[in-house]
């Protein structure tokens, strides 16, 4: 199948610029290599076969009913925390990260119990239908790496990220010096470097303000730039937060100035929260070209804030929506994608104008994919159905055996989409594809 290329006809949902779900019927979609090669009207199909030498039996035509719509990008999730989804949700985020967080990561200084765990966690949010993730790993570099051994065993496209650390940690937790920091960074990278993963990226990831120095986050920023690698880290997720990153840097005018003087604040940096950003932060952002990975499951469960996305999106700031596994509580980007919605319906309940424009569920399906991708800096590869970008998607039935959709003989098409995307679940997803490769199903 792979070699030859592959056909799949029937109803395409994605996003584009112009639209945030775009519907379109009776077309054949052609993958070679991985790649999309061909979106035409199924009337095509024989001369398009032809064109491309694909074989009558790689033709696949979807059921009545089902589509294929992008694969989600998940632009923000710690895949150790994914033991704790569900548990300790009874505190704010300083509290919560040392009560139940860094001991949690600590464990994975063992390579049983990381590979134990990876595995369980990457299937899941995998399955959930993320072909996309941005993840935070731990300190431990041997451990990140068998997560990125893991992740590529399962299919998955992926940054992934070696945590740093070296202040405001517990003693079991924490690295003892920058250059220690620094030289397992570079290790990391290297070593991934030379595993040649297809769909692997490393990630530098200072974890935040508060788990960095100065020198040692200007030695990431340097690194970033020498190897032409992505960053994330968190910003002003919490009130407490910002308060704290203004007493430890009283030299920095701001949280997002605390980055910028280290050289992290670039065109390739993923801020997870931005719930609390001033102005003059937000206009920094949108200069730099950083991205803000929206993450209201976590917002809500931890208890960190309502993110007002307008804002964000006024200032033409990129916006990707992450799960933020485990101060968000759910693997599935559906979660985040309504939970967005719900976030928004706040501010436009609470707004002192009439005319605040809730965000619809259209618009959080686009930013759950080519958002996330804008986010990543993949969208010249995935995020939408083009010709040239690879094929990562999900094949979803709204009517599937068991699922929690009904979709009755009134319901049109894009009304099965809107149940899908508010009641549906990994039951309706039949099929994933990573670049063109059929990965768990
Ligand atoms: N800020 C620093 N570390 C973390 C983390 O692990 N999760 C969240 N939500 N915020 C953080
Ligand atoms: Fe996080």
Redesign the pocket.
């Known amino acids: 199948m792979d070699e030859t290329g592959f056909v799949m006809c029937g109803a395409l949902v994605h996003s584009t610029d112009a639209e945030p779900l775009e519907i379109m019927q009776h077309k054949c979609i052609g993958v070679k290599e991985g790649k999309i090669v061909f979106i035409e009207n199924e009337d095509a199909l024989s001369e398009k076969i032809k064109e491309f030498g694909i074989p009558q039996t790689d033709i696949t035509y979807l059921k009545k009913g089902q589509f294929l719509c992008p694969g989600f990008v998940d632009t923000h999730l710690?895949a150790p925390?994914y033991p704790n989804c569900g548990k300790g949700l009874d505190m704010g985020?300083l509290d919560w990260?040392q009560t139940y967080?860094f001991p949690t990561e600590a464990k994975f200084s063992d390579l049983k119990y990381a590979d134990m765990v990876y595995r369980k966690a990457v299937r899941r949010v995998l399955r959930n239908g993320t072909t996309t993730g941005c993840y935070f790993a731990t300190l431990h570099t041997d451990a990140t790496l068998l997560l990125c051994d893991v992740i590529n065993e399962y299919g998955q496209r992926a940054y992934v990220g070696k945590v740093n650390m070296n202040i405001g940690s517990p003693d079991f937790y924490i690295e003892s010096s920058v250059e220690e920091s620094l030289s397992e960074t570079k290790r990391y990278i290297e070593e991934v470097k030379k595993r040649n993963y297809p769909h692997i990226t490393p990630i530098v990831t200072p974890?935040?303000a508060l788990s960095c120095c100065q020198e040692l986050m200007s030695k990431l920023g340097d690194l970033a730039k020498a190897y032409d690698l992505p960053i994330q880290t968190?910003i002003c997720?919490t009130r407490d937060e910002v308060r704290i990153v203004g007493e430890t840097f009283p030299g920095c005018e701001s949280y997002a100035a605390v980055y910028d003087k280290a050289g992290l604040l670039t065109d390739k940096m993923v801020l997870?929260h931005g719930i609390y950003l001033s102005d003059n932060e937000i206009a920094l952002i949108k200069a730099r070209n950083s991205a803000i990975s929206h993450c209201p499951n976590?917002n809500f469960s931890?208890r960190s804030g309502v993110l007002d996305l307008r804002r964000l999106e006024e200032a033409r700031i990129k916006v990707g929506l992450g799960t933020?596994i485990s101060?968000g509580y759910h693997p599935s980007m559906l979660n985040a994608i309504r939970t967005a919605v719900f976030v928004s319906n706040i501010h436009h309940i609470e707004a002192e104008h009439a005319n605040y424009k809730a965000l619809s569920v259209h618009e959080a399906f686009r930013l759950a994919t080519l958002g996330g991708a804008k986010a990543l800096g993949l969208d010249n590869r995935i995020g939408n159905f083009a010709v040239g970008k690879d094929f990562d998607a999900l094949l979803i039935d709204p009517s599937a055996d068991g699922s929690h959709v009904d979709v009755l003989p009134d319901d049109s098409f894009s009304d099965s989409v809107d149940k899908y995307l508010y009641n549906g679940d990994d039951r309706n997803i039949l099929s994933i594809y990573v670049a063109g490769r059929k990965v768990i199903s």
């Open positions: 710690h925390q985020l990260l967080t974890r935040f968190h997720e997870a976590s931890i933020d101060g």
